[in-house]
């Protein structure tokens, strides 16, 4: 085992694209929120100001959570996985999770092969 597995320095293993995966779930409940991305630039305003920012691969550009929306997550807290290729954002969020307006984005589960919405 290296320092990136076992030490205190975050390291984060980017992928080719220079992404890590980033989770978030809910700080109170548990509830997993979304699922995004980070590149460092996205890491470090995340470490700086305490909210949740992301690179969005479909748009091609750094976002901050809620920035058009107004619905910010305030991050409590920030884990890296074992071998740092995952972030784990444990936030509070100021409104809905899912640009659906939906309160997460994983508002459907699969219920005899087609998509249902969670209530």
């Given at each position: 085992?290296d320092?990136?597995?076992?030490g205190t320095?975050?390291?984060?293993?980017w992928?080719a694209a220079?992404?890590?995966?980033?989770v978030v779930?809910?700080?109170?409940?548990g509830?997993p929120?979304?699922l995004?991305?980070m590149n460092?630039?996205?890491?470090?305003?995340?470490i700086?100001?305490?909210?949740?920012?992301?690179?969005?691969?479909?748009?091609?550009?750094?976002w901050?959570?809620g920035?058009?929306?107004g619905?910010v997550m305030?991050?409590v807290?920030l884990?890296?996985?074992c071998?740092q290729d995952?972030?784990?954002l444990?936030?509070?969020?100021?409104?809905?999770a899912?640009?659906t307006n939906?309160?997460?984005?994983?508002y459907r589960?699969?219920q005899?092969?087609a998509?249902v919405r969670v209530?």
């Amino acid at each position: 085992m290296d320092d990136r597995e076992t030490g205190t320095t975050l390291m984060p293993r980017w992928d080719a694209a220079g992404l890590v995966t980033a989770v978030v779930t809910h700080a109170e409940t548990g509830e997993p929120l979304m699922l995004a991305h980070m590149n460092a630039e996205a890491l470090d305003r995340t470490i700086e100001t305490g909210e949740a920012w992301f690179w969005s691969r479909s748009r091609g550009r750094l976002w901050k959570k809620g920035e058009s929306s107004g619905h910010v997550m305030k991050v409590v807290e920030l884990r890296v996985d074992c071998d740092q290729d995952a972030i784990w954002l444990r936030a509070e969020p100021h409104g809905p999770a899912c640009h659906t307006n939906a309160p997460t984005c994983f508002y459907r589960r699969l219920q005899d092969g087609a998509l249902v919405r969670v209530e």
